[in-house]
Each structure stands twice: as structure tokens, then as C-alpha cells.
């Protein structure tokens, strides 16, 4: 090699060398991050009949399923429901704070039936006039077998209301659902309430839409949703449609079990309604409810957004089962034919975050939004927006039908963590201006994030809060 040569090369390695760099940047920049956490390989399976988290309260005609939810639009009434098997009972809950004397609240029992089931007798009772920021205990089964929980109420609603939600979507009954719920309860972050982004029990895949899994799931879970409110949102799972054993009416067991305060935000049905809940709004939409132009969906969330008012509710959350942006190859689009009809709102609104569930990994979005394509002009590419919501799916609770894997490639600009493992997230609010926010793979400690982000309001504080690089 000569001289010359011998130059051209040390040119070229170097060439080289500063090219990797800029590609690796590149690499950095473009899409934000394909997480390359190995998983468990293990399929995912149910847990069975006889397992401990399914067991019933011992005691004739004892109360299970004990579930409760927000009552309300402000925080100041409970849902209390649970199921009792041998007779009706008492719908009456008997609920006390340290401070008032025992009151008693009386509710209404319904039942069904679904092909060649039957259900229990499920109690709704509706505890009202509660005080903000106060331990309630509260007893069902007057008569038979009593039971006490407790739960406490929200701060009352306001700005600076500093509030933690908890986040899980599309739970099941496996043993990694089991795993999700554990490292929620012990999530050092302490969620107050959760934000569930749909998909309960799982109980139309077994036989016959087996709604004994409606009553398993409602066991295993009421460790949790008997001491904290869970906001539900309905997803496929819930539709249990099938008319193949002459079932054609949709979410019959979902809509006996959970009820929400609807009316409260002058919504007709049970499957998109609004609350708030300390410094936040909280919209809940139905992905498998008609939601075009004139439909009741549409109509309602029309005149609900102008309602939103972030003087008082800061963070514009919203709920919904199938996600608009989504990069994995499960569901893909799903939600799309949603995100063309109400996305241009939330971009007005400058709605804060939009949780969905559906596909069983995670994703979180920078802030896009694609809402300049009007069918001749070709603009229909995702763009980065400081006005549009930050995306979360958070389908990871570890159903049976396992975890969604496959990806696009490559990552889209859009997207900037995704990652296909089981696990649940934390928004912690902690003023008008900031909430922090963090996810949590089952894998890890209870305390370790694998993702988190600052959120800056987007009211208050609408600064630019991307996590990619530039
Ligand atoms: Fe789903």
C-alpha cells in the first residue's frame, strides 16, 4: 500500500467512522424507541377454577364481586355493586366516616340470563352527598353475611388538585393478569383510582361466552375495586354478541354488572360519559358504539368538549378501547375510522392524553396529530403537534390471549417507546402545570419505570414536552 493509498484509507475509515455516527443518531432520532427488553416465552394461561383469587367468601348468601366506581360527575357519590347466589339479600350498603354517624343507602338487584346461564342476583347501590377527601367504610350483605370494606373520596375538583391514577387495560384472569394487579397494589406511586381502558373478563372466549369467568374475574379483582374506584370503558370483549346460541343483544353481561354515572353527563347510554375527578376530565368513549355524524356518541361529545372547562379540570384525559396510533401488527387501523371523525376535536379541545387498550403490548406517542387531509390534497402523514394528545396504549394486563409482538418497521416518526411486555402505568398529577407519568413492566421491581415522561398541560403549560430527539 503506498503513501496515498494509505491516506485514502484513513480518509475513507474515517468516513466511515463519523457516517455510523450520524446513522446511529439517525437511528435515535427517527422513531423513538423499540424497547429490546427480552420477555418471558411462556404461553399465557388462565388461572383455574380453583384458584385462591377466585374463591368465594365463605358465609350464606355472602356478598362477591364487591366492585365500586364513581357516582357522579364530581366525586361525591359511589357505585356500590356485588353479587350474592342463594337468595336476593339486602341492596342496602351501610357506610360511615370517622367523623359522621352510620347511613344507610338503598340500591336495586338485577339479574340475567345468557344462553344457559344465570346470573347471581347483582346488587347497585348508590352512595350519595359524600364528603371530599375523606376514608368512608361501608358494609354489604345486611342480613346474612355482612362484609366491610372501605374506600376514600376524591379531593373536591379544582386546578391544583394533585391526584394519582392508575392505568390497566385488557386484564383477563392469567397469571400475568394476577402479576399486573400485584405490582399495581404495590406500586410505590399509589394509584388512587383507576382509568380502565377496557376488555374485563375475557369470558367470551370459553365456551359459550362461559360467564362464570364474569364472576371469577369479578372475585379476583375485588381485592382492588372494592377499596378504589375503577372508571370502566367497554371494549370488544365486552360485546359478547352471539347470536349462534341466540345472544344478539350486546354488553348483556357487561351492562348487568358495571354501572357508571352515565346520566350525570347527560349521556343516553352507559358506554361513553364523562366525570371528574380532582383536576381531571375524564372522557370515556365506546370504539364499538356507532359514532359517526348524528349518531347519539357523536352528538353528545359535540356538545361535551365545549363543556370542558381547564380553569377548573386542567387535564383533558380521554378514554377508548381501540387506539388511533398504533404501530404493531395486531389491530392495525382498527381505529382509524374513529380517529378520522373526533380527531380534529381533540386537537381544538387540546385534549392531554388519550389512554386506549386493544393491543396487548405498550406504546406511547409523541404529541401528532393528521388532520389536514381533506381527500384531494394528499396531506395524510402523521405531524408532530404540540396541540394533539400524547397516545398511551396500555392493552399489557396479560390476558390469555397473550402479548402482541410483531411490529411495523420501521418505527414510525410518531411513536417514541413501544414495547410488547405485560404491565400497567401510573399518571400522577401533581398541579395545573405538571403530571408525571410512568410505566411499569411485571418483570421489574415494583418501583422501577420503564418508560416515564413529564406532561406538560396543555392549557396551562403547553411547552413543548417531546421525549425524541429532534
Ligand atoms: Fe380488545
Redesign the pocket.
Known amino acids: 500500500m503506498g503513501v496515498l493509498d494509505l491516506a485514502s484509507s484513513r480518509a475513507a475509515a474515517a468516513t466511515i467512522v463519523v457516517l455510523g455516527l450520524v446513522l446511529s443518531f439517525g437511528v435515535v432520532c427517527n422513531g423513538g424507541k423499540t424497547s429490546s427488553f427480552v420477555r418471558k416465552v411462556e404461553k399465557t394461561v388462565d388461572m383455574p377454577l380453583d384458584s385462591d383469587v377466585f374463591k368465594v367468601p365463605p358465609g350464606y348468601n355472602a356478598p362477591q364481586q364487591v366492585h365500586i366506581t364513581q357516582g357522579d360527575q364530581l366525586g361525591k357519590a359511589v357505585i356500590v355493586s356485588w353479587v350474592t347466589v342463594d337468595e336476593p339479600g339486602s341492596s342496602s350498603v351501610l357506610y360511615w366516616s370517622a367523623n359522621s354517624k352510620k347511613k344507610k343507602a338503598e340500591g336495586k338487584i338485577t339479574t340475567y340470563k345468557f344462553y344457559n346461564y344465570t346470573s347471581g342476583y347483582i346488587h347497585h347501590t348508590t352512595v350519595r352527598n359524600l364528603m371530599f377527601n375523606t376514608k368512608y367504610y361501608y358494609v354489604v350483605g345486611i342480613g346474612h353475611t355482612e362484609r366491610q370494606f372501605w374506600f376514600i373520596t376524591p379531593p373536591e375538583v379544582g386546578p391544583d388538585a394533585s391526584y394519582t391514577f392508575g392505568l390497566i387495560g385488557?386484564l383477563g384472569q392469567s397469571y400475568d393478569s394476577n402479576k399486573t394487579l400485584t405490582h399495581y397494589e404495590l406500586n410505590p406511586q399509589k394509584g388512587q383510582a383507576v382509568l380502565f381502558v377496557?376488555?374485563l373478563s375475557y369470558a367470551d372466549n370459553y365456551t359459550n361466552h362461559d360467564n362464570v369467568r364474569w364472576d371469577t374475574w369479578g372475585r379476583f379483582v375485588e381485592r382492588s375495586v372494592a377499596y378504589q374506584p375503577w372508571i370502566w370503558t367497554a371494549?370488544?370483549?365486552e360485546i359478547d354478541f352471539a347470536p349462534e346460541i341466540g345472544e344478539t343483544k350486546p354488553f348483556k353481561p357487561y351492562s348487568h354488572r358495571y354501572h357508571v354515572p352515565y346520566k350525570a353527563s347527560g349521556s343516553t347510554s352507559p358506554f361513553w360519559y364523562s366525570i371528574k375527578r380532582a383536576s381531571a376530565y375524564i372522557i370515556v368513549l365506546s370504539s364499538y358504539s356507532a359514532y359517526g355524524k348524528y349518531t347519539p356518541q357523536y352528538k353528545w361529545l359535540e356538545e361535551e368538549l365545549p363543556k370542558v372547562n381547564r380553569s377548573e379540570t386542567p387535564w383533558l384525559i380521554v378514554l377508548m378501547?381501540s387506539p388511533w396510533y398504533n404501530s404493531y401488527n395486531y389491530h392495525y387501523m382498527e381505529g382509524e375510522t374513529m380517529r378520522v371523525m373526533y380527531e380534529r376535536w381533540f386537537v381544538t379541545y387540546k385534549v392531554d392524553v388519550v389512554f386506549a387498550?386493544?393491543v396487548h403490548a405498550y406504546e406511547r406517542s409523541e404529541r401528532v396529530s393528521n388532520v389536514a387531509y381533506n381527500i384531494v390534497n394528499g396531506i395524510c402523514k402523521p405531524v408532530k403537534d404540540q396541540y394533539a394528545p400524547v397516545y398511551i396504549t396500555i392493552?399489557d394486563g396479560g390476558n390469555l390471549e397473550g402479548l402482541a409482538t410483531n411490529m411495523t418497521e420501521p418505527q414510525p416518526d410518531y411513536s417514541a417507546y413501544r414495547e410488547a411486555s405485560f404491565g400497567h402505568a401510573t399518571f400522577n398529577i401533581k398541579n395545573r402545570t405538571h403530571a408525571y407519568y410512568s410505566w411499569h413492566r411485571n418483570q421489574d421491581g415494583y418501583a422501577v419505570k420503564a418508560d416515564s415522561m413529564w406532561f406538560f398541560n396543555r392549557f396551562y403549560h403547553p411547552v413543548d414536552d417531546s421525549t425524541s430527539a429532534e
Open positions: 385488557d377496557g376488555d371494549g370488544n370483549h378501547h387498550g386493544h392493552g
